[in-house]
T-cell receptor, first 112, second 111 residues
């Protein structure tokens, strides 16, 4: 079983749609959960991070963590063509200086 | 806004040659990392570095790899004898806490 699983997509949606991106993980020791956005041949850009279970909102983005199900989600409201990118989930055991374990990334295409 | 920078953006080298990839982390960050991403695959952790020593390394980070912080600003990754399978994007990252900020990457092509 992979440590972090993420559907690679691609996920194609019309502009203005609500997008749901998800990851599952197997290691219950993960405490910190992050979402990165990566444009083609660029470095990952941190979008959001959450600690333990619960929701966190930042503008059009909402991150959700359900530790009991080992499932995390990123919701994008009112999606825009500029949101077209690969979205990577990442997880860490500790807060300081710890490696990130990434999912494979989901390709998102928002059509105008 | 401060950012992580990396040089060169693209490096082509022959198998068996040594390469050094350079990174300038964000200035007040204390933790430094190298990751790599083979084309079409996930981002993989290589090594983390804190207080002038390696704090963690992956199985990928074998004796052919080394890291160094030669001065107060640069952080380097050296591959002693490159192999074809070392071809990948190499990302440097830095953090002061959980938030790791990535550089734009160096594309390494080994021929």
């Amino acid at each position: 079983q992979k440590e972090v699983e993420q559907d690679p997509g691609p996920l194609s949606v019309p502009e203005g749609a609500i997008v749901s991106l998800n990851c599952t993980y197997s290691n219950s020791a993960f405490q910190y959960f992050m979402w990165y956005r990566q444009y083609s041949r660029k470095g990952p850009e941190l979008l959001m991070y959450t600690y333990s279970s619960g929701n966190k909102e930042d503008g059009r983005f909402t991150a959700q963590v359900d530790k009991s199900s080992k499932y995390i989600s990123l919701f994008i409201r009112d999606s825009q063509p500029s949101d077209s990118a690969t979205y990577l989930c990442a997880m860490s055991l500790m807060e300081y200086g710890n490696k990130l374990v990434f999912g494979a990334g989901t390709i998102l295409r928002v059509k105008s | 806004e401060p950012e992580v920078t990396q040089t060169p953006s693209h490096q082509v080298t022959q198998m068996g040659q040594e390469v050094i990839l350079r990174c300038v982390p964000i200035s007040n960050h204390l933790y430094f990392y190298w990751y790599r991403q083979i084309l079409g695959q996930k981002v993989e952790f290589l090594v983390s570095f804190y207080n002038n020593e390696i704090s963690e390394k992956s199985e990928i980070f074998d004796d052919q790899f080394s890291v160094e912080r030669p001065d107060g600003s640069n952080f380097t990754l050296k591959i002693r004898s490159t192999k074809l399978e070392d071809s990948a994007m190499y990302f440097c990252a830095s953090s002061e806490n959980i938030k790791q900020y990535f550089g734009p990457g160096t594309r390494l092509t080994v021929t």
